[in-house]
């Protein structure tokens, strides 16, 4: 079946690091991949997503290459704000339509 | 922001007691999609649906029923509740169930004693 697999967390950063999420997935066909912000006491929201091979998906700073050599769709910003702050979760959408989530990685950018 | 709603928020329940959590669209969305998330695990799919009528275990659907008699809402139903149930409960729709994006709704905190 369909897996996604999210780099441990919790992250701590200073404010303008860099920002690297792995993400790697297991999935037969060609799936849809995404990216999903959950900021605290609020429900999930879309941040970005990429529907084939080398597509990249950008928003708000951050950006995520489609890697179907590695099966991978990492998270990066150039620079965090406080504002990041958040648990970010990779997802992908396969044949059955249904979302696989990832298992979360927390997030907190120091002033 | 997608009008989703859902209630109750925060709900203390003992065992064996049955619940039901309610999710409501203004979106006249097809697909609805209940989630609960654990940590650890991320979100897992409870059940979903593609139409008023019209629905679907997913991962993780022992313990759970769900019914939609309209498109507005969507019905989550612990028959009998017990403590691994424990968990946030989400709500999403989705016009369709191909590239759309799922809209998530603010969540429900079910507490099982």
């Known amino acids: 079946g369909n897996s996604v697999t999210q780099m441990e967390g919790p992250v701590t950063l200073s404010e303008e690091a860099f920002l690297t999420i792995n993400c790697t997935y297991t999935a037969t066909g060609y799936p849809s991949l995404f990216w999903y912000v959950q900021y605290p006491g609020e429900g999930l929201q879309l941040l970005l997503k990429a529907t084939k091979a080398d597509d990249k998906g950008s928003n708000k700073g951050f950006e995520a290459t489609y890697r179907k050599e590695t099966t991978s769709f990492h998270l990066e910003k150039g620079s965090v704000q406080v504002s990041d702050s958040a648990v970010y979760f990779c997802a992908l959408r396969g044949s059955a339509r249904q979302l696989t989530f990832g298992s979360g990685t927390q997030l907190t950018v120091l002033p | ?113």
């Open chain 2, 1 to 113: 922001d997608a009008g989703i709603t859902q209630s109750p928020r925060h709900k203390v329940t003992e065992t064996g007691t049955p619940v039901t959590l309610r999710c409501h669209q203004t979106e006249n969305h097809r697909y609805m999609y209940w989630y609960r998330q654990d940590p650890g695990h991320g979100l897992r799919l409870i059940h979903y649906s593609y139409g008023v009528k019209d629905t679907d275990k997913g991962e993780v659907s022992d313990g759970y029923s769900v019914s939609r008699s309209k498109t507005e809402d969507f019905l989550l139903t612990l028959e009998s509740a017990t403590s691994s149930q424990t968990s946030v409960y989400f709500c999403a729709i989705s016009d369709t169930g191909g590239a759309d994006e799922q809209y998530f709704g603010p969540g429900t905190r079910l507490t099982v004693t």
